[in-house]
């Protein structure tokens, strides 16, 4: 069974930084990533990574690109995203999550989520 686990998760005014965690444990994945939620809002893609055989392929989100990078411990089955230039409208539950990818010429093309964690909270202030 496939477990996920977020950490890294606060409070901090615009323009500051944060890291989020995930430990995943079950099985590994190729293809994981960062979704968020807003209150009110439907849940959101922010980053994807998929990562076999030495290539590795990036997604972002339009609102995030630039600000947030998704990358891979060198700890097995870690996962970050390391986020800048914070902004009140990145508030939100974050959710790590597992994924069935297909990517085609290096872009991940298809994303779909298998496993979610629990969230973590990001609160931006202005």
């Known amino acids: 069974q496939v477990q996920l686990l977020e950490s890294g998760g606060g409070s901090v005014q615009a323009g500051g930084s944060l890291r989020l965690s995930c430990a995943a444990s079950?099985?590994?994945?190729?293809?994981m990533g960062w979704f968020r939620q807003a209150p009110g809002k439907e849940r959101e893609e922010v980053a994807v990574i998929y990562t076999r055989t030495g290539t590795i392929s990036t997604y972002y989100a339009d609102s995030v690109q630039g600000r947030f990078t998704i990358s891979q411990g060198d700890v097995k089955n870690t996962l970050y995203l390391h986020m800048n230039s914070l902004k009140p409208e990145d508030t939100g539950v974050y959710y790590c999550?597992?994924?069935?990818?297909?990517?085609?010429?290096?872009?991940?093309?298809?994303?779909?989520?298998?496993?979610w964690g629990q969230g973590t909270q990001v609160t931006v202030s202005s």
């Open positions: 999550a597992a994924l069935g990818c297909t990517v085609a010429n290096g872009e991940i093309i298809k994303r779909n989520p298998a496993y």
């Open positions: 079950g099985y590994t994945h190729t293809c």
